[in-house]
T-cell receptor, first 118, second 115 residues
Framework: GAGVSQSPSNKVTEKGKDVELRCDPI?????LYWYRQSLGQGLEFLIY????????KSGLPSDRFSAERTGGSVSTLTIQRTQQEDSAVYLC????????????????FGSGTRLTVV | DAKTTQPNSMESNEEEPVHLPCNHS???????IHWYRQLPSQGPEYVIH???SNVNNRMASLAIAEDRKSSTLILHRATLRDAAVYYC????????????????FGKGTKLSVKP
Protein backbone atom coordinates (compact mmCIF):
# COMPACT_ATOMS: atom_id res chain seq x y z
CA GLY A 1 0.00 0.00 0.00
CA ALA A 2 0.89 3.65 -0.13
CA GLY A 3 1.57 3.96 3.57
CA VAL A 4 1.82 1.98 6.80
CA SER A 5 -1.58 0.80 7.89
CA GLN A 6 -2.44 -0.07 11.50
CA SER A 7 -5.58 -1.60 12.89
CA PRO A 8 -7.63 -1.09 14.88
CA SER A 9 -7.21 2.67 15.23
CA ASN A 10 -8.75 2.53 18.69
CA LYS A 11 -9.12 -0.34 21.11
CA VAL A 12 -10.72 -0.36 24.54
CA THR A 13 -10.22 -3.53 26.53
CA GLU A 14 -10.80 -4.74 30.03
CA LYS A 15 -7.89 -5.36 32.35
CA GLY A 16 -6.71 -8.95 32.06
CA LYS A 17 -7.86 -9.48 28.47
CA ASP A 18 -5.50 -10.20 25.57
CA VAL A 19 -5.25 -7.81 22.60
CA GLU A 20 -3.75 -8.06 19.14
CA LEU A 21 -2.57 -5.04 17.20
CA ARG A 22 -1.88 -5.28 13.49
CA CYS A 23 0.61 -3.48 11.25
CA ASP A 24 0.69 -3.63 7.46
CA PRO A 25 3.96 -2.06 6.29
CA ILE A 26 4.79 -0.49 2.95
CA UNK A 27 5.21 -3.19 0.32
CA UNK A 28 8.87 -4.10 -0.16
CA UNK A 29 10.03 -2.66 3.15
CA UNK A 30 12.11 -5.32 4.85
CA UNK A 31 12.40 -3.61 8.23
CA LEU A 32 9.50 -3.13 10.62
CA TYR A 33 9.48 -1.46 14.03
CA TRP A 34 7.05 -1.19 16.92
CA TYR A 35 7.06 1.77 19.31
CA ARG A 36 4.66 2.95 21.97
CA GLN A 37 3.89 6.39 23.30
CA SER A 38 2.16 6.92 26.61
CA LEU A 39 0.16 10.11 27.10
CA GLY A 40 2.46 13.11 27.10
CA GLN A 41 5.56 10.94 26.90
CA GLY A 42 8.21 10.23 24.30
CA LEU A 43 8.40 7.32 21.90
CA GLU A 44 9.59 4.07 23.42
CA PHE A 45 11.15 1.47 21.12
CA LEU A 46 9.68 -2.04 21.52
CA ILE A 47 10.93 -4.40 18.80
CA TYR A 48 12.58 -4.47 15.37
CA UNK A 49 11.99 -7.03 12.59
CA UNK A 50 14.26 -7.68 9.65
CA UNK A 51 12.20 -9.88 7.39
CA UNK A 52 10.45 -12.35 9.67
CA UNK A 53 13.10 -12.43 12.36
CA UNK A 54 13.48 -10.04 15.30
CA UNK A 55 17.15 -9.18 15.91
CA UNK A 56 16.23 -6.66 18.59
CA LYS A 57 13.48 -7.32 21.12
CA SER A 58 15.16 -5.31 23.84
CA GLY A 59 12.32 -2.84 24.26
CA LEU A 60 9.55 -5.31 25.06
CA PRO A 61 8.60 -4.34 28.64
CA SER A 62 7.59 -7.77 29.90
CA ASP A 63 6.92 -11.34 28.78
CA ARG A 64 3.26 -10.37 28.36
CA PHE A 65 4.32 -8.65 25.14
CA SER A 66 5.14 -10.62 22.00
CA ALA A 67 5.23 -9.91 18.30
CA GLU A 68 5.52 -11.81 15.10
CA ARG A 69 5.88 -11.03 11.44
CA THR A 70 4.88 -13.36 8.65
CA GLY A 71 5.72 -13.40 4.95
CA GLY A 72 8.06 -10.50 5.49
CA SER A 73 4.99 -8.31 5.61
CA VAL A 74 2.21 -8.05 8.20
CA SER A 75 3.16 -7.91 11.86
CA THR A 76 1.05 -8.53 14.95
CA LEU A 77 1.85 -7.21 18.42
CA THR A 78 0.12 -9.22 21.14
CA ILE A 79 -0.33 -8.08 24.72
CA GLN A 80 -1.53 -10.76 27.12
CA ARG A 81 -3.34 -10.08 30.38
CA THR A 82 -3.44 -6.35 29.73
CA GLN A 83 -2.78 -3.93 32.58
CA GLN A 84 -3.75 -0.28 32.90
CA GLU A 85 -0.14 0.78 32.43
CA ASP A 86 -0.29 -0.74 28.94
CA SER A 87 -2.59 2.08 27.87
CA ALA A 88 -0.74 4.01 25.16
CA VAL A 89 -0.59 4.68 21.44
CA TYR A 90 1.19 1.82 19.71
CA LEU A 91 3.01 2.92 16.57
CA CYS A 92 4.40 0.83 13.77
CA UNK A 93 7.00 1.98 11.26
CA UNK A 94 8.66 0.41 8.24
CA UNK A 95 11.83 1.13 6.32
CA UNK A 96 13.29 -0.18 3.08
CA UNK A 97 16.27 -1.62 4.96
CA UNK A 98 17.00 -2.13 8.62
CA UNK A 99 20.03 -2.28 10.85
CA UNK A 100 23.12 -0.37 9.88
CA UNK A 101 22.37 -0.69 6.17
CA UNK A 102 19.12 1.15 6.77
CA UNK A 103 20.78 4.24 8.20
CA UNK A 104 20.44 6.00 4.84
CA UNK A 105 16.69 5.42 4.71
CA UNK A 106 13.84 7.08 6.52
CA UNK A 107 11.09 5.40 8.49
CA UNK A 108 7.43 5.70 7.54
CA PHE A 109 5.11 5.57 10.53
CA GLY A 110 1.50 4.50 10.70
CA SER A 111 -1.16 6.50 12.52
CA GLY A 112 -1.04 4.17 15.49
CA THR A 113 -3.47 2.18 17.62
CA ARG A 114 -4.74 3.91 20.72
CA LEU A 115 -5.10 1.23 23.40
CA THR A 116 -7.10 1.97 26.51
CA VAL A 117 -7.20 -0.62 29.29
CA VAL A 118 -10.08 -0.09 31.71
CA ASP B 1 24.43 5.50 19.22
CA ALA B 2 25.72 8.99 19.94
CA LYS B 3 23.37 11.38 21.74
CA THR B 4 21.84 14.61 20.54
CA THR B 5 20.91 17.76 22.45
CA GLN B 6 18.02 20.01 21.41
CA PRO B 7 16.29 22.96 23.06
CA ASN B 8 13.05 21.94 24.77
CA SER B 9 10.96 24.52 22.95
CA MET B 10 11.08 27.29 20.37
CA GLU B 11 8.65 29.87 19.06
CA SER B 12 8.30 31.22 15.57
CA ASN B 13 6.06 33.60 13.68
CA GLU B 14 4.07 32.41 10.73
CA GLU B 15 5.74 32.93 7.33
CA GLU B 16 9.15 33.51 8.91
CA PRO B 17 12.11 31.12 8.65
CA VAL B 18 12.81 28.78 11.55
CA HIS B 19 16.21 27.40 12.48
CA LEU B 20 16.04 24.37 14.79
CA PRO B 21 19.46 23.50 16.27
CA CYS B 22 20.83 20.12 17.27
CA ASN B 23 24.14 19.40 18.98
CA HIS B 24 25.80 16.02 18.55
CA SER B 25 29.38 16.53 19.74
CA UNK B 26 30.11 12.77 20.00
CA UNK B 27 28.93 11.96 16.47
CA UNK B 28 30.94 9.27 14.70
CA UNK B 29 31.99 9.32 11.08
CA UNK B 30 29.38 6.71 10.20
CA UNK B 31 26.37 8.41 11.84
CA UNK B 32 23.61 9.75 9.62
CA ILE B 33 21.69 12.75 11.00
CA HIS B 34 17.93 12.23 10.78
CA TRP B 35 15.09 14.65 11.53
CA TYR B 36 11.50 13.68 12.22
CA ARG B 37 8.54 15.65 13.43
CA GLN B 38 5.38 14.70 15.25
CA LEU B 39 2.27 16.79 14.84
CA PRO B 40 -0.30 16.67 17.63
CA SER B 41 -2.16 13.35 17.79
CA GLN B 42 -0.25 11.88 14.86
CA GLY B 43 2.61 9.44 14.34
CA PRO B 44 6.09 10.80 13.60
CA GLU B 45 6.82 11.97 10.08
CA TYR B 46 10.19 11.78 8.30
CA VAL B 47 11.54 15.23 7.42
CA ILE B 48 15.09 14.92 6.12
CA HIS B 49 18.44 13.22 6.69
CA UNK B 50 22.07 13.67 5.71
CA UNK B 51 25.61 12.50 6.35
CA UNK B 52 28.09 15.28 5.58
CA SER B 53 26.70 17.64 2.96
CA ASN B 54 23.78 20.02 3.33
CA VAL B 55 20.49 18.58 2.06
CA ASN B 56 17.34 20.16 0.67
CA ASN B 57 13.93 18.67 0.04
CA ARG B 58 10.41 19.96 -0.38
CA MET B 59 9.85 20.10 3.37
CA ALA B 60 13.06 21.59 4.74
CA SER B 61 16.80 22.07 4.51
CA LEU B 62 19.45 20.44 6.66
CA ALA B 63 22.63 22.39 7.33
CA ILE B 64 25.46 20.28 8.76
CA ALA B 65 28.45 21.95 10.42
CA GLU B 66 31.83 21.29 8.85
CA ASP B 67 32.98 19.32 11.92
CA ARG B 68 29.56 17.55 12.03
CA LYS B 69 29.20 18.25 15.74
CA SER B 70 26.00 20.19 15.14
CA SER B 71 23.27 20.58 12.56
CA THR B 72 20.33 22.87 11.90
CA LEU B 73 16.94 22.07 10.44
CA ILE B 74 15.66 25.02 8.45
CA LEU B 75 11.99 25.58 7.69
CA HIS B 76 12.02 28.35 5.12
CA ARG B 77 8.55 29.77 5.82
CA ALA B 78 6.82 28.47 8.91
CA THR B 79 3.12 27.76 8.69
CA LEU B 80 0.69 26.91 11.49
CA ARG B 81 0.85 23.32 10.27
CA ASP B 82 4.55 23.19 11.15
CA ALA B 83 3.76 23.36 14.88
CA ALA B 84 5.08 20.03 16.10
CA VAL B 85 7.79 18.30 18.13
CA TYR B 86 10.97 18.01 16.06
CA TYR B 87 13.41 15.19 16.75
CA CYS B 88 17.07 15.09 15.75
CA UNK B 89 18.37 11.49 15.80
CA UNK B 90 21.64 9.82 14.83
CA UNK B 91 21.62 6.48 13.01
CA UNK B 92 24.88 4.58 12.76
CA UNK B 93 25.34 2.77 9.47
CA UNK B 94 27.80 0.35 11.09
CA UNK B 95 25.73 -0.53 14.15
CA UNK B 96 24.76 -4.14 13.77
CA UNK B 97 24.65 -4.91 17.47
CA UNK B 98 23.17 -3.09 20.40
CA UNK B 99 20.34 -0.91 19.16
CA UNK B 100 20.76 -2.30 15.62
CA UNK B 101 20.85 1.22 14.31
CA UNK B 102 17.21 1.76 15.30
CA UNK B 103 15.80 5.22 15.76
CA UNK B 104 15.96 6.15 19.43
CA PHE B 105 13.77 9.18 20.06
CA GLY B 106 14.72 11.80 22.66
CA LYS B 107 12.48 14.61 23.90
CA GLY B 108 12.88 16.80 20.81
CA THR B 109 12.06 20.49 20.38
CA LYS B 110 8.46 21.63 20.63
CA LEU B 111 7.95 24.30 17.96
CA SER B 112 5.09 26.76 18.38
CA VAL B 113 4.08 28.93 15.44
CA LYS B 114 2.26 32.20 16.09
CA PRO B 115 -0.09 33.67 13.49
Amino acid sequence: GAGVSQSPSNKVTEKGKDVELRCDPISGHTALYWYRQSLGQGLEFLIYFQGNSAPDKSGLPSDRFSAERTGGSVSTLTIQRTQQEDSAVYLCASSLLGGGAGANYGYTFGSGTRLTVV
Amino acid sequence: DAKTTQPNSMESNEEEPVHLPCNHSTISGTDYIHWYRQLPSQGPEYVIHGLTSNVNNRMASLAIAEDRKSSTLILHRATLRDAAVYYCILRDQWNYGGSQGNLIFGKGTKLSVKP
